[in-house]
């Protein structure tokens, strides 16, 4: 069993900041890439930052310059730093991470989501 557990989602204004985090644990041989991903009511998931196990990173435009993605690999820890944050980045956020378990098989799994709420 592998399981993914994300933090640090709530309520914040404008111009306020919020940090994410997941944690991987369970039957883990390998964490390979992880990412965050979000869906706002009405709308389909979408990619908000990815980041290989190297650290090479990759983000949405509508957060480039405001969102900042990390990792600890020794935790199995990925981590969404999010400054500026505006009233469009309300949405549930998913964690996902493509994970190699002791057997050699490769999975994508994904946390249960966090709200993170911007109010205008």
């Known amino acids: 069993q592998v399981q993914l557990v994300e933090s640090g989602g709530g309520l914040v204004q404008a111009g306020g900041s919020l940090r994410l985090s997941c944690a991987a644990s369970?039957?883990?041989?390998?964490?390979?890439?992880m990412a965050w991903y979000r869906q706002a009511p009405g709308n389909q998931r979408e990619l908000v930052a990815h980041?290989?196990?190297?650290?090479?990173?990759i983000y949405a435009d509508s957060v480039k310059g405001r969102f900042t993605i990390s990792r600890d690999n020794a935790k199995n820890t990925v981590y969404l730093q999010m400054n500026s944050l505006k009233p469009e980045d309300t949405a549930v956020y998913y964690c996902?991470?493509?994970?190699?378990?002791?057997?050699?098989?490769?999975?994508?799994?994904w946390g249960q989501g966090t709200q993170v709420t911007v109010s205008s």
């Open positions: 980041i290989a196990s190297a650290g090479g990173t």
């Open positions: 369970g039957n883990i041989f390998r964490v390979n890439a």
């Open positions: 996902n991470a493509n994970i190699v378990r002791f057997s050699g098989l490769a999975n994508n799994y």
